[in-house]
């Protein structure tokens, strides 16, 4: 999505959460700086290296995740057998730890270090890119964990154009994940975990004492346009995007 269809849906997206903009932009201007000093970030060309053509898998943190795992196992044994790795895997934040659980090291993570940050940092000591957004209510996160990672992207939110930083239109981890492969030229998106509605697991909010419970109010209002988004992807957008469930009907 180009910055200028952008701006008007961000300017919304704020109004309606209260959020601060000058703080989005304080905290872009953050990570701006670490790149530029540590240079721990890797050119774009590569992503398009690994994304263009390909299935992305892009994995939420809904209820459905460790299901979808289970069918993306599945998928991988039938692909190593063809010997043809056609696919890439691309987590958002939270959903990387329920990966790492299956052994499942995703080709890249997209983050605002708000999730389980120790399975961010043995993904990308494990080869994981990490896509690391920066807004107005991570800036300490940005701070402290930024510099720590290797092989980043950076993004922001605003609709300014920040050195060193991305922004291909998104809100959520989730849908950015999205955006991002549909950017860098992604063949099909392929949708799991990506439930949307009220509820939501402890791999999003560790703190919930059940695996899956009702979301908060803003975390429903944030998944609300988390799909908004994926659905003007699906009819705005190159790349098909199919939930996973639909694959398994094709086979
Ligand atoms: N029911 C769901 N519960 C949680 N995440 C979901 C669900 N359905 C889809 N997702 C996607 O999975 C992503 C998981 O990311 P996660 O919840 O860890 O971080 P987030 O986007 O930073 O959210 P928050 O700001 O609420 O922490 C979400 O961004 C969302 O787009
Ligand atoms: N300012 C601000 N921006 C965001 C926030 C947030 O909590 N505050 N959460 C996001 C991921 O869901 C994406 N963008
Ligand atoms: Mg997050």
Known sequence: ME?????????????????????DLKSAFILSDIINNTKNNIPLDSMEELIKNKDVYVFGAGPSLKKHIKIL?????????????????ISADGATKAL??????????????????NAIFESNERGSVVVVHAHGDNIALIKNYAP?????????????????LI??????????C?????????????????DFGEYTTKYS??????????????????????????????????SEILFINNIIDEK
């Open 205 to 238: 909010r560790p703190y919930l004492k059940n695996d899956i419970e009702k979301a908060d109010g803003v975390k429903i209002k944030k998944l609300k346009y988390a799909e908004k988004l994926i659905n003007w992807l699906m009819e705005n957008g190159n």
């Open 100 to 117: 790492l659980e299956e052994d499942i090291v995703p080709d890249i993570i997209v983050s605002d270090l708000d999730g389980d940050l």
């Open 178 to 194: 999205c955006f991002f492969a549909e950017h860098f030229g992604a063949k099909r998106i392929i949708l799991c975990g990506m």
């Open 3 to 23: 910055l200028k269809e952008w701006k008007p849906i961000y300017d919304k997206i704020m109004d309606d959460f209260g959020f601060n903009k000058e703080n």
């Open 167 to 176: 922004n291909y239109g998104g809100f959520t981890d989730g849908d950015r």
């Open 148 to 164: 720590k990672l290797k092989n980043i992207i950076g993004s922001s939110q605003v609709p300014e154009e920040i050195p060193y």
């Open 73 to 89: 196992k599945s998928i991988i044994e039938d692909e190593n057998n063809k010997n043809d790795k056609n696919f890439i895997i």
